[in-house]
């Protein structure tokens, strides 16, 4: 079977943590993830400058391992991601900002890719969101 899923919780929220299980127990269950979309406050799981406490799990780091090392597509809301100052170089070049902050593993795009992702799927499950 192949999945979607979004993320529209941020990197703090129990929504995260379960969102990242899910996503691992899909690929170890011999089945495909299309495509992560983060969207609304899932932007921050890409972003680099998130700081976790040390005694809590880093659910950002753990997302951007998770999509290095499995090669999937994550995908970051570019409206959503610009709105909360989660920006690539072309964006903090494009809007005079002293700084990118946008993990390497992820590609800024438009909400048409959540929609092309859940024709391409056989199930969109979201998580965090209202």
Avoid at 8 to 14: D, E, I, S, T
Avoid at 20 to 26: G, I, W
Avoid at 48 to 61: A, F, G, I, M, Y
């Amino acid at each position: 079977m192949k999945f979607a899923i979004a993320l529209f919780a941020p990197p703090h929220a129990p929504s995260s943590r379960r969102a990242l299980r899910f996503a691992q127990a899909v690929l170890a269950g011999g089945h495909e993830i299309s495509r992560l979309f983060f969207y609304q406050e899932g932007v921050h799981s890409a972003s680099q400058t998130v700081v976790t406490p040390q005694d809590e799990l880093d659910l950002s780091r753990e997302w951007s391992d998770f999509v290095r090392e499995q090669q999937l597509d994550g995908v970051v809301c570019i409206a959503a991601a610009l709105r909360r100052g989660v920006l690539n170089q072309e964006e903090a070049d494009r809007y005079s900002r002293s700084a990118a902050n946008l993990g390497q593993d992820w590609e800024l795009s438009g909400l048409g890719q959540l929609h092309e992702a859940a024709q391409l799927s056989d199930r969109l499950i979201c998580f965090g969101g209202h």
